[in-house]
C-alpha cells in the first residue's frame, strides 16, 4: 500500500495537520538546539575557528573568491552528494542508500504535512521508497560495517546506548514508519512507536552523531581549502620522493626506498581481531 500514507488517515482520525505541523517544528527546534549544545559542549566551533586562523597564517597561496567558490562546489559534489570519501563502494553505496533515504522519508513527510495533503499519490510512494532505502541502509550498516562489529569482531547485539543512538534511532524511526503503513491504523501502538523513535532520533542529537552530519560538509571544505593555500592542516608537507624528506628516515633502508612500495596493510581486509 505504497499509494498511501498514515499521514492522511491521521488526519481523517481527528489529529489536524496544524497539530502535525507544530510537532515538526518542535522536532526542528530540538535539533538546532541540541546541535548547538553539543557544540558548545565540545567545543567543537571554538577549535575549528582557533584551528583555521592558525593554519591562515601557514597559507602560501591566496586564493580568490573564485577559488573558494570552486573548492566549495567540489566540496559539495565529491564529499556530500557522493560521499567520495569512502574508499569501499559497497560501504559508500549503503552510507548514500541510508543518506537519501533519510532525506526522502523526512522532507516528503514536511511536506505532506505542511501542504496539508498526506494522500499525494506521488509523495507517499517518494515517502514509502525512502523508508525502504533508511531501513536497509541503516541495518546493512549495524550488522555489516559498524566498526565494532567489523573490525572488532564484537556481536552486534552488544549495544551501547550513547555510542550506538543515533545509528538505532534511524533504524527505528524507518521501520516503524513502515510498520504503521503496512498495519494501516492511524493512531495505535504503531503510531507511538513512530512518535518515540523520531523523538529520539531529533530530541537526542546531544548524546547521538546526529550532528556530525552538520559537521562534515565544514570540515570537508576546510580540508580543502588547507590544501589549497599551502598550510596543509600546519602540517609538513614534504613528500617521500623530495631529497629533504628521504634524509629524515632513521632506517638507511628506507632512504633511497620507491616511493610506491605496494599494497602493504591495505593488501587485505583488517579481519584480525
Not at 126 to 144: N, P, Y
Not at 210 to 216: G, L, Q
Amino acid at each position: 500500500m505504497i499509494t498511501n500514507t498514515p499521514i492522511a488517515a491521521l488526519n481523517l482520525a481527528g489529529i489536524s495537520y496544524e497539530t502535525m505541523q507544530t510537532y515538526v517544528i518542535i522536532m526542528i527546534v530540538l535539533v538546532v538546539v541540541m546541535t548547538v549544545a553539543d557544540m558548545l559542549h565540545k567545543k567543537s566551533a571554538k577549535f575549528f575557528f582557533e584551528s583555521a586562523n592558525k593554519a591562515k597564517e601557514c597559507a602560501v597561496n591566496e586564493l580568490s573568491d573564485g577559488n573558494k567558490i570552486g573548492i566549495a562546489v567540489s566540496t559539495i559534489v565529491t564529499d556530500v552528494v557522493s560521499a567520495g570519501e569512502f574508499r569501499n563502494p559497497v560501504r559508500r553505496f549503503v552510507h548514500l542508500l541510508t543518506m537519501y533515504g533519510f532525506i526522502l522519508l523526512n522532507a516528503t513527510t514536511a511536506i505532506m504535512i505542511f501542504n496539508a495533503n498526506g494522500a499525494d499519490a506521488m509523495l507517499t510512494q517518494i515517502w514509502h521508497v525512502g523508508a525502504i532505502m533508511l531501513a536497509v541502509g541503516s541495518v546493512w550498516f549495524w550488522f555489516v560495517f559498524k566498526v565494532d562489529v567489523a573490525a572488532e569482531g564484537n556481536s552486534p547485539f552488544n549495544i551501547d546506548i550513547r555510542r550506538d543512538a543515533f545509528s538505532l534511532s534511524l533504524m527505528a524511526t524507518s521501520i516503524t514508519a513502515l510498520i504503521w503503513s503496512y498495519n494501516g491504523s492511524p493512531i495505535g501502538w504503531e503510531f507511538l512507536l513512530v512518535i518515540l523513535s523520531t523523538v529520539s532520533l531529533f530530541g537526542g542529537v546531544y548524546w547521538s552523531k546526529f550532528s556530525h552530519m552538520f559537521f562534515k560538509p565544514f570540515a570537508a571544505y576546510d580540508k580543502r581549502i588547507r590544501m589549497a593555500d599551502g598550510s596543509a592542516e600546519n602540517l609538513p608537507t614534504l613528500t617521500r620522493d623530495e631529497p629533504e624528506q628521504q634524509k629524515r628516515h632513521s632506517m638507511e633502508l628506507l632512504v633511497n626506498a620507491p616511493v610506491d612500495m605496494g599494497l602493504g596493510i591495505k593488501r587485505e581486509a583488517p579481519k584480525h581481531y
